[in-house]
């Protein structure tokens, strides 16, 4: 959005706090919905927590809750409530990391995923209600956490488990509800600084909330302004990415069977085909022997390998010590760890505004209005290549020259013509690199704008002698997104390395000096391939472009809710919540222009492409009491069933029904047993439906072919004999015992990914029970367990090269449908692949999630006030998870880095007077590297335990100031080797703030 469209919507919504006293903003804390237990108390002594829409006295629900409040952000010294989330042992921890697999650190979106099944199946809302999504691509419709005003969050409050009757799609692990508050006065002012013992990574954030109420209370107005930054971190920052770490055949290894591990590690990878000066080749390349080396003599047989040096001379190249294709341990190759950024940069902006007035009939009318302004920066997202690894027909192939290139000095051609005799009767050599200075910015960005606005109203309506609680509610969402990185204009390219000397002895653009006046080009500029550094400014500008995408998501909602008491039962009365919700939304995508034309490296054009659903949906709940009262018997204090049926009725994807059916038992007041099951749904989102076609150079994961995972999977054998067979009948493919596909550590195949109109609703069946123990015995001790079971069938899954291959080589009758999802060059290298969404995903979840509260009696024990101290933990057990993307085999990633099987918290509080002190244990167990990581096929088949400790503090100075500081992994713990996420990689960090109500 430009400076001058920002002022404009901010000057918009301060106009509109002036104008009507009661504006709105990042979502509304309406009454009904987003109460505290403190707050009800003032109002009728009801609450509705996430989960339900029914106002009850008792927090507790048949599901399992967990409460995450806006002080654990100040103890920890978060910045966004992604951070706090990542926290939550429940939900796979969202970061702006790479995975140096090949992919890039992205661009600072944050997502939340309860038990890993994805973050398209936990569903966000605010206050209660949907908010439009922020995410484009082949994905799901999630909202970044970077757009929530943390200065306004009351809690979070996370349902596990289930949550589609009562909300609707989206709902499979559970729902995140961000709860604001909508009571706040005065002016308040939070700053605060962070940075790491490494000197690197910092975090600034500030922040403004001011509040008000009017007119005797019955109105407020409260605004939030807040802004936070953090800048990329490289890779070369950290021990565990600077050590370039890859994994490659084990010469030692004898069989399967004999204690040896296939793969061996390797430090100071480098890719010893290519580096930023150039790497020379004749043909046939890529194999080492073609290696023109300085006296002709084959390489490894003595010969010493050739690059081009910055002075345009060819000098000697160190191809390190080769370790089959493409890596090599040391030596002047490109290093592993320069392929990405390990971080991402963020800068966040919002600005939110809530308001409400209560009229004297009762109802409150309240608005909403929201800006954020998220851009994340990738800082080596966008390098170009030219090399022996890419196919010729990506663009990216290695460069061909002759004696005749004009940049070649008389020398360089003597010397090369002495190494390679045929160059000087004019032969070919090629040029293999990595272009550091090519590209204007190697950086890429990615900006959402989400504005949202809501009117709501709600009140109380009495019939005969009852009261009965109604509430209307309109939400217009716009998310405007863009991806942006400049990127090589391949016919510009074509036409600037193809260099030649004009008459005066100028060194000019071929198509310039052809005497054919139609391909003259004024603005080409010729391109010197020879050595780092020699691009000059004028050929930088010709070929370089900017390429990206933008698009936009919008969403109306329109929420109409009627519910209270229907009539009494012996046990009490039996409450219900009738609700109808319209949803309408649609996106568009829009290539910049050089995507759309084709420009790029492979010429493939990228049509724009947009699509639209709605949904009507009617659901009905009711909460029916059993026993209880009068009607109490032993060992049944209290029974209550409640149940919620769904409708949908999806433009699209078509109609569905939805359920959920729970009961609560109170067997005393210490102890609540309590069980649901439901049937939940997510149905495909626009980008899934109507994402654009697009072609693409990128890595394909995983080829079980390769050497290093030809020996895993769910059926190693099948996979074994599938490859073997392909290999025999293709007798030019590399040698199977050492094959190494380039494209999964490298961006080398074309991939074509597109939406597919085809899709269905994908469905799972949730099961949870559980109980509460609070043991009169142990004053303020409170127990949690549950157990939560998913069964998903139809998976909206993205089926990518990985999952082709996948299915093709481990399946035992190979299907062309699934074999046919890639393309083999005539090495075997995997070239080309196609990726879109599909109705094939299963999923089975078992675990359980733990919660113990202690508020130790400390005045009890030392018979004075010495303070108050809180002791928490907070453990997940996941004892399985089998994820299928293709529907019929099964991989168990439980016990695994990706998802642990014990993932635990224990936070201690301490307060006294003006001082509070925390501490928080983070905990991760020794898990297997990857599933069927054995000795036999990994070095490192296990990882092991990871303990980080935080501690801060805080001290209130007067009652207008408060001060923190902090250090977050106090010990400096690093990740567990050999991974970058079993555990946190920016290590030691400090934070110091302050926060002054004026």
């Known amino acids: 959005m430009s400076r001058d469209r920002q002022f404009s919507f901010t000057a918009c919504l301060l106009a509109g706090v002036a104008a009507i006293a009661l504006p709105a903003a990042a979502v509304h804390a309406q009454a009904a919905q987003t109460q505290t237990a403190e707050e009800a108390s003032e109002r009728d002594d009801r609450i509705v927590v996430t989960g339900s829409r029914i106002a009850r006295p008792e927090v507790a629900t048949s599901a399992p809750l967990t409460v995450i409040d806006q002080q654990a952000l100040t103890d920890r010294g978060f910045v966004q409530a992604g951070q706090a989330l990542n926290d939550a042992t429940s939900i796979t921890p969202s970061v702006p990391q790479t995975e140096f697999s090949g992919g890039s650190s992205g661009g600072g979106q944050q997502y939340p995923a309860l038990f890993g099944l994805g973050a398209g199946r936990t569903l966000t809302l605010v206050n209660g209600r949907r908010t439009v999504a922020t995410a484009n691509g082949i994905g799901n419709p999630v909202v970044d956490t970077n757009s929530v005003p943390t200065g306004l969050l009351s809690r979070v409050e996370i349902v596990q488990g289930g949550g589609a009757a009562v909300y609707g799609s989206g709902a499979i692990a559970g729902v995140v509800n961000y709860v604001l508050r909508d009571d706040f006065e005065g002016v308040q002012i939070d700053a605060q600084t962070g940075i790491s013992s490494r000197d690197d990574y910092p975090v600034h954030s500030l922040r403004l909330t001011a509040g008000r109420n009017f007119f005797d209370g019955r109105a407020n107005l409260a605004a939030n302004f807040e802004w936070s930054r953090s800048e990329p971190l490289l890779a070369d920052a950290r021990p565990e990415t600077e050590r370039a770490r890859v994994t490659v055949a084990n010469p030692a290894d004898t069989g399967p069977n004999d204690g040896i591990p296939s793969l061996r590690e390797i430090f100071d990878a480098r890719f010893w085909s290519f580096n930023a000066n150039g790497v020379l080749f004749f043909p046939p390349a890529p194999m080492p022997t073609a290696f023109i080396t300085a006296d002709g003599t084959p390489f490894p047989a003595g010969g010493v390998p050739l690059q081009m040096g910055p002075g345009g001379m060819p000098i000697p190249y160190n191809p390190g010590q080769l370790a089959g294709i493409p890596f090599a341990s040391g030596g002047d190759g490109l290093r592993y760890n320069e392929l990405g950024a390990l971080y991402s940069g963020v800068e966040r902006r919002n600005i939110n505004v809530i308001g409400h007035y209560d009229f004297d009939n009762g109802v409150r009318l309240s608005t909403e209005l929201l800006w954020s302004h998220t851009q994340g920066e990738d800082a080596r997202a966008g390098r170009p290549s030219n090399t022996i690894l890419n196919p010729a027909a990506s663009g990216s192939g290695a460069i061909q020259f002759n004696r005749f290139n004009p940049f070649l000095s008389a020398d360089a051609v003597a010397a090369l013509s002495a190494a390679y005799p045929?160059?000087?009767?004019?032969?070919?050599?090629?040029?293999?690199?990595?272009?550091?200075?090519?590209?204007?910015?190697?950086?890429?960005?990615?900006?959402?704008?989400?504005?949202?606005?809501?009117?709501?109203?709600?009140?109380?309506?009495?019939?005969?002698?009852?009261?009965?609680?109604w509430s209307l509610s309109l939400s217009h969402g716009r998310t405007d997104g863009n991806t942006r990185s400049w990127g090589v204009w391949q016919s510009r390219f074509n036409n600037a390395i193809n260099a030649v000397l004009d008459g005066s002895g100028n060194i000019v653009c071929a198509i310039n000096n052809d005497g054919d006046p139609a391909t003259d080009d004024p603005a080409c500029a010729p391109l010197n391939p020879f050595g780092e550094g020699n691009v000059s400014q004028e050929a930088r500008d010709y070929v370089n472009t900017i390429f990206g995408q933008t698009?936009?998501?919008?969403?109306?909602?329109?929420?109409?809710?009627?519910?209270?008491?229907?009539f009494s039962l012996p046990a009490g009365d039996l409450a219900f919540v009738a609700a109808y919700e319209y949803r309408h939304e649609d996106a568009d995508f829009v290539p910049r222009q050089a995507n759309l034309q084709g420009l790029g490296r492979q010429g493939v054009p990228t049509a724009p492409e947009s699509g639209s659903y709605n949904t009507h949906e009617y659901s009905l709940e009711v909460l029916v009491p059993l026993i209880g009262g009068a009607t109490s018997m032993p060992l049944v204090e209290d029974l209550e069933f409640s149940g919620v049926y769904r409708r949908v009725e999806h433009s699209v994807a078509g109609g569905e029904n939805i359920w959920n059916a729970g009961l609560r038992w109170t067997v005393n007041s210490d102890f609540v047993l309590r069980a649901s099951r439901s049937r939940n749904f997510r149905a495909p989102n626009l980008n899934q439906l109507f994402a654009p076609v697009q072609t693409a150079n990128a890595s394909v994961g995983i080829d079980p072919c390769d050497f290093r995972y030809i020996d895993s999977g769910p059926n190693p054998s099948v996979r074994r004999a599938n490859c073997e067979a392909e290999w025999a009948a293709n007798p030019g493919y590399e040698p199977l015992p050492s094959f190494q596909n380039s494209s999964t550590n490298f961006q080398t195949a074309l991939v074509t990914t597109a939406g597919n109109p085809d899709l269905r609703n994908e469905l799972s069946d949730t099961t949870t029970y559980g109980f509460i123990f609070e043991p009169s015995f142990v004053p303020g001790l409170t127990i949690i367990a549950d157990r939560v079971e998913v069964d998903l069938t139809d998976g909206l899954s993205v089926f990518g090269p990985a999952q082709f291959l996948a299915v093709c080589y481990d399946s035992s009758t190979q299907s062309q449908d699934f074999c046919g999802g890639f393309t083999r060059d005539a090495t075997g290298q995997v070239v080309a692949a196609n990726s879109s969404t599909v109705n094939a995903g299963r999923v089975h979840f078992r675990g359980e999630v733990y919660n113990i509260n202690y508020d130790v009696p400390l005045d009890a024990l030392f018979s004075r006030d010495i303070g108050e101290l809180n002791l928490n933990l907070e453990a997940t057990h996941v004892s399985r998870l089998e994820t299928s993307v293709t529907g019929f085999d099964l991989s168990r990633t439980d016990g695994t880095v990706a998802q642990p099987d014990w993932v635990a918290r224990f936070d201690a509080r301490y307060t006294r007077g003006p001082v509070r002190l925390s501490y928080t244990l983070n905990y991760l167990p020794e898990v297997l590297r990857q599933e069927g990581s054995n000795i036999e096929n990994d070095p490192n088949p296990v990882v092991g335990n990871n303990f980080r400790h935080n501690v801060s503090g805080q001290f209130q100075i007067n009652e207008r100031f408060a001060i923190r500081g902090g250090v977050n992994n106090l010990t400096d713990e690093r990740p567990s080797y050999p991974t970058l996420n079993h555990g946190e990689i920016i290590g030691r960090y400090y934070f110091v703030g302050i926060r002054a109500n004026l």
């Open 422 to 469: 045929a160059f000087g009767f004019g032969a070919p050599i090629f040029i293999s690199k990595m272009w550091n200075d090519l590209l204007h910015d190697d950086s890429a960005y990615t900006t959402t704008e989400v504005y949202r606005a809501l009117a709501a109203l709600d009140g109380t309506v009495e019939f005969g002698s009852r009261d009965y609680d």
């Open 551 to 566: 698009y936009t998501n919008t969403q109306t909602n329109f929420l109409a809710t009627f519910g209270g008491t229907a």
